[in-house]
């Protein structure tokens, strides 16, 4: 059978039709909403995208004993009789730019301006020089130290007055009663959470008064493994600083092994070592960090430089980062770049006390044979772990 053919006339009626019809169907979905049909698409399942791992960053400094003897304090003496520490500082004020954090010991008590300012054996420092180091940067201090009580209870309540009344500074060791001595101070940076312990293994013989152990914090294990277990999984982040050891020694003593190994043992991240005056090596015990001795940060001590060697004034910026992983539930802190820079106490004649990092040393201005002196010491630095990175020479 033959198909039949459609005639032209036909045709265009039903393209006709189809056209009206067309014209119709968009006018009624521009009605129902505005000038888009209101066409709707399948759902699809929606896939969200995996956590991303989240890594935050936190960066030390750490130095230490300011020993304020009379030349020094001297130094800071303003011609109205006011005293300002600035000048002595400039150098390392440069240098903290680069931290998030910065540690120092204060080794002599601001026992009180209103009472004679003193040097050895008996300390008393201005608080004025405190001013001076929040002004450089340092935002962390350790209190307790064999020089805390030298004005007796007085100068330790003195001492803890001017500190509590500072803005973000951290600071432990002391304290005007046992409850303020259990406020543990617990900050944050970059999403990183740290507090800091500290602790003498002496007061020079001078006995705290009776009933009233919370005036300075000396150790005793039973006394740091409750602060460390309180604050252990309340921060990321957990620093001990430790008086202890033997005067101008480079070596660390026995005792301060022992107890290196028992904070590591109770899971402390950093351990910050002050009292011999001079610098030792850094080592790491497992995942703690230990600096047995930061020496010296400021001191008169160069006058005694024939009987104990340059030791006294050499000391040492401890320098690390930490970096904090987040990966869902799991949470990892991991400390890197572990090393210092070697510093230098410069005076003239017992005037105009500066500190210099040896990496801000290129020549002899400061110190004739520093090339030398570097040597020496970054190998002091590093006798236990050779590992542990000391800034070159010049390198800032």
Not at 22 to 44: A, E, M, Q, R, T
Not at 125 to 154: C, Q, R
Not at 250 to 272: F, M, S
């Amino acid at each position: 059978m033959k198909k039949r053919k459609l005639k032209k006339s036909f045709l265009i009626f039903i393209l006709f039709v189809l056209t009206l019809f067309s014209l119709l169907v968009i006018g009624y979905f521009k009605n129902l909403n505005g000038d888009k049909p209101n066409i709707k698409l399948p759902i699809k399942d929606i896939i969200e995208p995996e956590e991303k791992i989240k890594t935050y960053n936190l960066s030390l400094a750490a130095t230490g004993d300011a020993l304020l003897h009379m030349d020094v304090i001297r130094d800071g003496k303003q011609p109205d009789g006011t005293y300002d520490f600035k000048h002595q500082l400039t150098h390392i004020k440069e240098k903290l730019k680069d931290y998030d954090l910065a540690y120092y010991n204060q080794e002599t008590p601001f026992a009180g301006d209103d009472i004679p300012y003193s040097g050895y054996p008996r300390f008393n420092s201005p608080s004025a020089y405190g001013d001076a180091m929040i002004d450089a940067g340092f935002n962390m201090v350790s209190l307790a130290t064999n020089h805390t009580i030298d004005k007796g209870e007085s100068g330790v309540l003195n001492f803890y007055n001017y500190w509590k009344k500072k803005e973000g500074i951290m600071y432990h060791g002391i304290a005007d009663s046992e409850e303020s001595r259990n406020q543990y101070i617990i900050q944050e940076k970059n999403n990183i959470t740290y507090s800091m312990l500290s602790y003498t293994t002496s007061t020079n013989g001078l006995p705290i008064p009776q009933g009233k152990d919370y005036l300075v914090n000396v150790y005793d294990k039973e006394k740091v493994k409750k602060d460390v277990e309180y604050l252990r999984d309340k921060v990321d982040v957990l620093i001990v600083a430790m008086h202890w050891g033997v005067e101008y020694t480079h070596t660390p003593t026995q005792e301060e092994l022992e107890i290196a190994n028992y904070l590591a043992e109770l899971d402390v991240d950093i351990v910050l070592g002050a009292h011999p005056h001079c610098i030792q090596p850094i080592d790491i015990i497992d995942d703690t960090v230990v600096y047995y001795s930061l020496g010296n940060f400021i001191s008169n001590q160069g006058d005694i430089v024939n009987s104990k060697g340059l030791k006294v004034i050499i000391g040492m910026l401890g320098t690390l980062n930490i970096t904090k992983t987040v990966d869902g539930d799991n949470t990892t802190i991991e400390i890197n770049n572990v090393g210092a820079d070697l510093l230098y106490t410069y005076d003239q004649s017992n005037k105009n006390y500066q500190v210099i990092p040896f990496s801000m040393m290129n020549d002899n201005t400061y110190l004739k044979n520093y090339e030398s002196v570097y040597e020496e010491y970054k190998s002091i630095s590093t006798k236990l772990n050779e590992n542990i990175l000391i800034a070159p020479l010049g390198s800032n």
